[in-house]
């Protein structure tokens, strides 16, 4: 058995308030009631993550919009078939509400076949006639406006679940479906997300078209943070040797409720067996029982006595598959915790799929999106009784010696890298960062600890409500458009996932050790801050950039403050009272008091991917770092007339600030390399107008 590599990524710790699962007199939690109070929005977008409600949400919404909105119908569309059971009817009036929720089981198209020639045609049909609501797949609805055009769904409501699947890509239908939609404007849309990314990098939705939705956004943290069992999530990556199925008891626990995720066939860590695979696997776990007949799922007895019962979502003979997918829609999947142990699949058990009592997501090999690797720790952060844990874990094959596996090896490892930091962001609570100036003073609803506010140093306040951590930083540009305020407060997970997901950035960020921070903090995130918001005015430009580099940044060095001096406060479990993620919080004070001054210059000057070559380094041997740093040297080129652009933009603001320009034989690596870049820009221009 090989030596397990162990690189922790995540550990985030909750107060198991019950806030996000309490309802108000009209049966609606705490997400449901936010987005209720924007029903009357006509473009609307909610961000949420899995288990808050969004599918009860869109109900409470579409019902107040055809009963008193003057709206015609509702129409919602989702992925796959299995999420449609979310909107069956449900009777909301139960539990407070004025109204109940109705779909005929006719016009919940991913149940029932169409009974008008199809499913495409029974929109039609349902589109003349006096019904509601109807419910039907992405796919069905895509071909429905290509047959029947955006006109006849004119006075409607479409609700988009699981919007990521959409794309500003040209090449993607329901993108540019909706685009028409929107152009039109005769037509309620509300899109609903927990991840409202992409992991193929496109944007959702174009600038201009993302601005005229009203956004809700429920984080990660508000969700998890008012659960009522669920007090911690850890997330990490592995690195093994050899076929994973040698390794795979090191991380797989039999003891843990578990959805293990074995890798594509075509990847590097597939052994090109699935079935094969599945097998060695559960001999690795204990001894063959049999199956049970009446849900087909595996039986295993392990050493300990105990005896496992495991469902394959892997084996593709539908017999076999269609009885385990029966078996894991019943009821008892949420009220008895002993109705299964684990569940191993390749393709299935990810959007939408819902096991409360899941305490481990175990993938094997990278996934190619963040977006699916999001959906899969969702599996696994649903609230149940006694589930005070839960963890996501990604299994990755260490580089060989050859060449091409160890290039190969450096962009599993990135990807997974990225995906870590993203998480980190989303899960963490949310900044509030303004300018530290002579006039500062406190915030309504932020307690600044027992000394209070001190107006003669930079402070930190703590919203004991949303858990929202306001940092003051000297030098911080203020937004001032109303689209610039709304992009600091609702998308800077957004741009940390373009940032992340920047292949050439990440490279840099890790290996290159001649970077100057500034290059990837100020220049790397500044052309992702313009490609996403052209319209934004450059001030505004820079306060966002400001703004999502200093949330990046002060989770990584929150995370080192943590792991230099222990878990800080709040890890005693025998507190009286929980405190909300007491170590993140704590660590963040710690920070901000261990820096002279928090200023702007300081944090740009900080590499945001440090904290991630450092786990590395005492994860991997020296030989694989030395071997992965080659390769991303052997890649470095040189400045491309975009880079050289943005440098000299920054060396006249440097001439604006100083009196003079940069110079190149400056002692200051960032001054140095602003120079280069201006001087590179001025030669680049000069031979395109020579050859132009």
Request: hydrophobic content about 35%; glycine content about 6%.
């Amino acid at each position: 058995m090989n030596k397990e590599i162990n690189i922790p990524s995540v550990s985030v710790k909750y107060a198991a308030t019950g806030k996000s699962k309490k309802s108000n007199e009209l049966g609606m939690r705490e997400m449901q009631e936010r987005a209720y109070e924007k029903r009357g929005e006509q473009y609307l977008l909610i961000k949420s993550p899995p288990a808050s409600g969004k599918s009860r949400a869109l109900m409470f919404i579409a019902i107040d919009k055809t009963t008193n909105q003057s709206i015609q119908q509702a129409i919602i569309v989702v992925p796959e078939k299995s999420i449609g059971k979310s909107f069956d009817s449900t009777p909301l009036s139960d539990f407070g509400f004025w109204s109940d929720w109705e779909v005929k089981p006719k016009w919940n198209l991913c149940n029932s076949p169409g009974e008008d020639g199809g499913t495409v045609n029974s929109i039609k049909v349902f589109l003349d006639s006096g019904d509601t609501n109807l419910v039907c797949t992405h796919a069905t609805f895509r071909f429905a406006v290509a047959k029947f055009g955006i006109e006849v769904f004119d006075n409607r409501l479409i609700a988009i679940d699981e919007f990521h699947h959409v794309s500003a890509n040209p090449d993607n239908v329901l993108g540019n479906q909706l685009a028409e939609l929107l152009v039109r404007d005769k037509v309620h849309i509300l899109a609903m997300t927990g991840s409202y990314f992409r992991g193929d990098a496109d944007a959702v939705m174009s600038p201009d078209d993302e601005a005229k939705f009203q956004t809700v956004t429920y984080t990660y943290y508000e969700q998890l943070n008012g659960y009522e069992y669920l007090k911690e999530l850890n997330i990490g990556y592995y690195f093994y040797n050899g076929p994973y199925v040698d390794d795979i008891l090191k991380v797989l626990d039999p003891n843990q409720k578990t959805i293990l995720h074995i890798p594509n066939v075509n990847s590097r860590e597939s052994t090109k067996d699935k079935i094969k695979e599945v097998e060695h696997i559960l001999e690795e776990l204990g001894d063959w029982q049999g199956t049970d007949p009446d849900t087909g799922f595996y039986l295993i007895d392990l050493p300990d006595g105990r005896r496992l019962k495991v469902a394959d979502l892997v084996d593709d003979d539908p017999t076999k598959r269609s009885k385990v997918q029966t078996a894991l829609r019943s009821p008892e999947m949420e009220s008895d915790r002993d109705y299964i142990d684990i569940i191993i699949a390749l393709g299935m058990a990810k959007e939408g799929f819902d096991w409360i009592w899941c305490e481990h997501a175990l993938t094997v090999g990278y996934r190619a999106s963040l977006t699916e690797i999001v959906q899969i720790i969702g599996r696994a952060t649903r609230d149940a009784p006694g589930k005070e844990r839960t963890r996501f874990t990604n299994l990755i094959a260490e580089p060989d010696a050859s060449q091409e596996d160890v290039a190969d090896a450096v962009n599993v490892t990135l990807k997974a890298i990225a995906a870590s930091l993203l998480m980190e962001q989303v899960l963490t609570p949310r900044y509030d960062f303004t300018p530290k100036t002579a006039t500062s003073g406190p915030l309504d609803g932020f307690n600044y600890g027992d000394g209070g506010y001190d107006p003669t140093k930079q402070n930190v306040g703590v919203n004991n409500e949303t858990g929202q951590i306001q940092i003051e930083i000297t030098g911080l540009v203020e937004p001032k458009s109303v689209e610039a305020q709304r992009i600091c407060k609702e998308d800077i997970s957004e741009l940390i996932t373009a940032f992340t997901q920047d292949k050439r950035t990440i490279e840099r960020g890790i290996f290159d050790e001649e970077l100057v921070p500034e290059e990837i903090t100020q220049v790397a995130m500044g052309k992702i801050v313009a490609a996403k918001y052209p319209h934004l005015e450059d001030d505004d430009k820079e306060a966002v950039r400001q703004h999502a580099i200093a949330a990046i940044n002060m989770t990584q060095q929150v995370k080192k403050t943590i792991n230099e001096q222990g878990n800080l406060a709040g890890t005693d479990d025998d507190e009286d009272e929980p405190r909300a993620n007491r170590a993140f919080v704590d660590g963040v004070k710690q920070f901000v008091i261990d820096v002279t001054s928090l200023d702007v210059d300081f944090i740009d000057h900080i590499n945001p991917f440090g904290e991630a070559y450092s786990i590395l380094a005492k994860s991997m041997s020296e030989e694989n770092l030395r071997k992965f740093g080659n390769i991303i040297a052997g890649k470095r080129a040189k400045l491309t007339l975009e880079e050289s652009r943005e440098l000299a933009v920054r060396a006249s603001k440097f001439k604006k600030e100083r009196g003079r320009l940069p110079e190149i034989t400056s002692n200051d690596p960032w001054e140095k390399r602003i120079a280069e870049g201006m001087y590179a820009f001025v030669q680049m221009k000069a031979e395109a107008d020579q050859n132009g």
